[in-house]
C-alpha cells in the first residue's frame, strides 16, 4: 500500500495541534505551584489530587483543538468535565486552569460567550481573594486577566490562521479544477455558437420545404438541408480536431506558468522539433493531465518535465498519479504507452 505524502495542510495542521499542546503544558505549572504550597504546609493528599487533575486536564486540553480543526461537533462532555476539574484546581488556587478551560471553549461558542465567561473568571478570582486575603484581591485579578487574555487570545489567533490556511488550501483545489473546466469551457462555447446558427438554417428550411405546395421545390430544398448538416458535421469534427492538437510548446509554457503560481519549482527540458503533429498533440495532452494531477494533489514543490524523442517523463517529489485512464487509451490507440509510479510519470508516443 502507498503512504500518502503529506502535505502542506498537514503540516500545518501538526504545527498548530502542537503548539497548542505547548500551550496546554501550563498545566504542569500548576503542579510546580501545588508543589510549592505543600512546602508551606499544604496539605500533601490535596496536593497530589491536584497534580493529578492538573496531568488529567492537559491530556483532555489537548483535544478540542484538534477537534475544531477537524471540522467536528462541539465536545460537550469533554469540556463539560474539564470545566469541573478546572473549578476544583481553582479552589485549590491553581490560576491557570481556570484560563485553560476558557481556550478549550473558545473555538466552539461565540466571541461574546467567550468574552463573557472571561469576564466571569476574573471578577470571581477578584472575589474569592477578596473573601481571602483583601490584600491581594486587585493582585489577583490582574494576574488572572492576562492569564486569560494570553491563553483565549493564542487560541482565537490559531484558529484564525487554521481558517486561513483552509482558504488557501482550497484556493489551492480551485486552480485545479479551473485548469481542467477552461478548455471544456472554450470547446463548448465554440460548438455552441457553430451549431446553435446551423440548427436555426436547418429548421428553417426544413419548415419552408414542408409547407412548399410544389414537389420540386421542396426536394431541392430538402438537398439544401442535407448539404447544410454535412457542413455542420464538417464544421463541428474540425472544431473537435482542433481543440484536441494542442501546441506542445505553447503547453509546456502554460503548465509551467501555472504551477509556478502553485508555489511548485518547475524545471523543463524538452526537445521537441523533430516531433511529428501527432506525437506533440499526444504529449501535450499527457503535459496537461500530469499537470492537473500535481495541482489537485496539492503537496509537490518540485516537477522536472523532460521530452526527448517522443518520451515523456514528469517527475515530482514522490506524489500518486490519478486519472490518467482516458490518456492512456488515447496514448495506446497511437502505438504509444503509459506508466507511472510514485513520483515519476512516463508517456512514450511514436516519433
Known amino acids: ?194 451549431l446553435g446558427q446551423s440548427l436555426a438554417e436547418i429548421s428553417a428550411t426544413s419548415l419552408v420545404a414542408a409547407e412548399n405546395p410544389d414537389r420540386e421545390a421542396a426536394r431541392q430544398e430538402m438537398f439544401e438541408v442535407r448539404d447544410r448538416a454535412r457542413s455542420s458535421l464538417k464544421q463541428v469534427r474540425e472544431t473537435v480536431q482542433n481543440y484536441r492538437a494542442l501546441d506542445l510548446d505553447e503547453t509546456l509554457s502554460s503548465v509551467r506558468a501555472v504551477l509556478e503560481a502553485a508555489d511548485v519549482v518547475c524545471i523543463v527540458r524538452a526537445s521537441t522539433a523533430d516531433l511529428s503533429p501527432q506525437s506533440r498533440t499526444l504529449l501535450a495532452t499527457a503535459v496537461r493531465e500530469g499537470a492537473t494531477t500535481i495541482l489537485q494533489q496539492g503537496t509537490v514543490k518540485r516537477c522536472v518535465i523532460t521530452i526527448e524523442g517522443g518520451v515523456l517523463e514528469m517527475s515530482n517529489d514522490g506524489s500518486t498519479w490519478q486519472g490518467l485512464e482516458a490518456l492512456a487509451a488515447r496514448v495506446s490507440a497511437a502505438g504509444g504507452t503509459v506508466s507511472a509510479e510514485p513520483g515519476l510519470f512516463r508517456a512514450t508516443v511514436p516519433a
Open 1 to 194: 500500500m502507498i503512504r500518502r505524502k503529506a502535505g502542506r495542510l498537514d503540516k500545518i495542521r501538526w504545527l498548530m495541534a502542537y503548539s497548542y499542546d505547548f500551550l496546554m503544558l501550563a498545566a504542569f505549572l500548576g503542579i510546580a505551584q501545588l508543589v510549592v504550597m505543600t512546602g508551606e504546609g499544604y496539605p500533601l493528599a490535596l496536593a497530589v489530587a491536584g497534580s493529578v487533575l492538573c496531568v488529567v486536564l492537559f491530556a483532555l486540553g489537548t483535544r478540542p483543538f484538534r477537534i475544531m480543526m477537524a471540522g467536528g461537533r462541539r465536545p460537550t462532555l469533554l469540556l463539560t468535565v474539564s470545566g469541573v476539574i478546572a473549578l476544583a484546581l481553582s479552589a485549590t488556587a491553581v490560576f491557570v486552569a481556570a484560563p485553560m478551560w476558557l481556550a478549550m471553549l473558545a473555538p466552539f461558542v461565540r466571541r461574546r460567550t467567550t468574552v463573557l465567561a472571561s469576564a466571569g473568571v476574573v471578577a470571581a478570582s477578584g472575589v474569592a481573594m477578596a473573601l481571602l486575603a483583601p490584600e491581594f484581591a486587585l493582585q489577583a485579578m490582574l494576574v488572572m486577566l492576562m492569564l486569560v487574555v494570553f491563553f483565549v487570545g493564542a487560541t482565537i489567533a490559531n484558529q484564525a490562521l487554521w481558517k486561513v490556511a483552509l482558504e488557501a488550501h482550497d484556493g489551492e483545489e480551485a486552480k485545479a479544477r479551473l485548469a481542467v473546466s477552461e478548455e471544456r469551457l472554450r470547446l463548448a462555447k465554440d460548438l455552441n455558437a457553430l
